[in-house]
């Protein structure tokens, strides 16, 4: 079956970075790209971005451009986001999820910014 | 950016009722428009692909629809596991949710 296991809670300081993982399996993993989802504390759904897990290419929203990369590992299956210089606002869950719109998605993990 | 606006922002309903949820997209994005449903704590449960097209598994009151830059959710006969948050999401240009729609009961 078809599984989306995402790494742990963390917490980080301001002005840090994180990188959440996004192991897949039960399906061949060049096959669908990986969407990335963050929710923030009692608020909506905003989308990332999404990596190409067959060549690489990424598409980024405008809001984190610049401060976030998106990768895949096709050795290992697992699909990677880290967002740099963290700030407050960057508090949420984050979610993977198969494809653009997507049928299969992560446990999500939550990411604390906080001094 | 395409923004798509979600209308209403909460609604009140009772088991039985036809529900109806709105999403307008800012341009044209074909028909690349998905709904979720989301529960506390959970991640999104797919619905609804490509505007009309009933994910598998999902019960059949739930339907989409398009008109134009307006797309619909409407659920059919509201059962009690339908009681949670909505969203639609445009995936034809890099992709955009809409706000959410909080069903509840009334």
């Known amino acids: 079956q078809v599984q989306l296991v995402q790494s742990g809670a963390e917490v980080k300081k301001p002005g840090a970075s994180v990188k959440v993982s996004c192991k897949t399996s039960g399906y061949t993993f060049t096959t669908y790209g990986i969407t990335w989802v963050r929710q923030a504390p009692g608020q909506g759904l905003e989308w990332m971005g999404w990596v190409s897990t067959y060549n690489g290419d990424t598409k980024y929203a405008q809001k984190v451009q610049g401060r976030v990369t998106m990768t895949a590992d096709t050795s290992t299956s697992t699909a990677y986001m880290e967002l740099r210089s963290l700030r407050s606002d960057d508090t949420a869950v984050y979610f993977c999820a198969r494809d653009w719109a997507g049928v299969y998605w992560g446990q999500g993990t939550l990411v604390t910014v906080s001094s | 950016d395409i923004q798509m606006t979600q209308s209403p922002s909460t609604l009140s309903a009772s088991v039985g009722d036809r529900v109806t949820i709105t999403c307008r997209a800012s341009q044209s994005i074909s028909s690349w428009l998905a709904w979720y449903q989301q529960k506390p704590g959970k991640a999104p449960k797919l619905l609804i692909y490509?505007?009309?097209s009933l994910e598998s598994g999902v019960p059949s009151r739930f339907s989409g629809g398009v008109s134009g830059t307006e797309f619909t959710l409407t659920i059919s006969g509201l059962q009690p596991d339908d009681f949670a948050t909505y969203y639609c999401?445009?995936?034809?240009?890099?992709?955009?949710f809409g706000q959410g729609t909080k069903v509840e009961i009334k």
């Open positions: 999401q445009q995936y034809n240009f890099y992709s955009t």
């Open positions: 490509k505007a009309s």
